[in-house]
């Protein structure tokens, strides 16, 4: 069984930054694929970023430029750094993984909102 801890979200204006932080309760090491997705109401859930088997990154369009996912492997934690956050950037972002078994987890959320 996995855990993940998100923290970080909040109210920000636009323009501004946050970042959020997700800690996972076994090394990310031994997971396949980690990382964010978020979902605005009346939305569907959609990948924001993620670190893929070997390391490698994906990226919304939407966020390619102003999003930086990043990862503390000692900590076990990944990190999502946005900038010039847009009030189309409010949402609840949940970190995800899935391990080597196809399986997949999921955080509690935590809720950014970006005012205009």
């Known amino acids: 069984q996995v855990q993940l801890v998100e923290s970080g979200g909040g109210l920000v204006q636009a323009g501004g930054p946050l970042r959020l932080s997700c800690a996972a309760s076994v090394s990310i090491s031994s997971l396949k694929i980690m990382g964010w997705y978020r979902q605005a109401p009346g939305n569907q859930r959609e990948l924001v970023a993620r670190?893929?088997?070997?390391?490698?990154?994906n990226y919304a369009d939407s966020v390619k430029g102003r999003f930086t996912i990043s990862r503390d492997i000692t900590k076990n934690t990944v990190l999502l750094q946005m900038n010039s956050l847009k009030p189309e950037d409010t949402a609840v972002y949940y970190c995800s993984a899935e391990n080597y078994s196809w399986r997949s987890y999921w955080g509690q959320g935590t809720q950014v909102t970006v005012s205009s």
């Open positions: 670190f893929t088997n070997g390391g490698s990154t």
